[in-house]
């Protein structure tokens, strides 16, 4: 079974210019979760789907990030404009949950995003 | 708010030795809790959680995790540790309907 796929694995862009990424999810996965992490620390969740819906974007800075999940399945994240401080890796997850109950988050590789 | 703590920002140990991560929590009503191991350049591997029943939980790799709901703790161990253990650790909890907290991840070296 195919795990969670992300594309591009880097980037490097100069600040103010825009980025997209692109996250394909665990066929049957009805949960999908785009994190940043920085380095050194943990994961911070920046949006939650389930299904189509945007159940918890609590956590991203609606401004510059915005997110979609066509379809339930593939999720493109984006920044518009990037800022230096957005250099860090960006991961996304999905899972099988059912009735807010949590199941294991199977990971991708993560994109390292670097802001120049 | 919930949150997840990890006191040890690095842990070190001899091979063959006992490996213990430290891991508490501060999560209202029944918690959700995993582990999960990261190693360079890799997405994060899930290693194990507990949600309901047995305190002790056995994961992969030799792995288990005591869950203990007084001291809101849920320590990683493994009786016997390995060079190839050496990663980062990340402990997650959350409440049922809630997004994971994870925690700021502890460096465990494991030295020959």
């Known amino acids: 079974e195919a795990g969670v796929v992300q594309s591009p694995r880097y980037k490097i862009i100069e600040k103010k210019q825009p980025v997209a990424f692109w996250c394909n999810p665990i066929s049957g996965h009805n949960t999908l979760y785009w994190y940043r992490q920085n380095l050194g620390q943990g994961p911070e969740l920046l949006i939650r789907?389930?299904?189509?819906?945007?159940?918890?974007d609590s956590q991203l800075p609606k401004d510059r990030f915005s997110a979609e999940r066509l379809k339930g399945v593939d999720s493109t994240l984006k920044i518009q404009p990037a800022e230096l401080g957005d250099s860090a890796v960006y991961l996304c997850?999905?899972?099988?949950?059912?009735?807010?109950?949590?199941?294991?988050?199977?990971f991708g590789p993560g994109t390292r995003l670097t802001v120049l | 708010a919930q949150s997840v703590a990890q006191p040890e920002d690095q842990v070190n140990v001899a091979e063959g030795n006992p490996l213990t991560v430290k891991c508490t929590y501060s999560v209202s009503g029944n918690p959700y809790l995993f582990w999960y191991v990261q190693y360079p350049n890799r997405g994060l591997q899930f290693l194990l959680k507990?949600?309901?029943?047995?305190?002790l939980v056995k994961g992969s790799y030799g792995f288990e995790a005591e869950f203990n709901k007084s001291q809101t703790s849920f320590h990683l161990k493994k009786p016997s540790a390995l060079v190839s253990d050496s990663a980062l650790y990340f402990c997650a909890g959350g409440a049922a309907g809630n997004k994971l907290t994870f925690g700021g991840g502890t460096r465990v070296l494991v030295k020959p």
């Open positions: 997850a999905s899972s099988l949950d059912h009735g807010g109950r949590h199941n294991e988050q199977f």
């Open positions: 507990y949600i309901t029943g047995d305190n």
């Open positions: 789907y389930e299904n189509e819906e945007a159940v918890d």
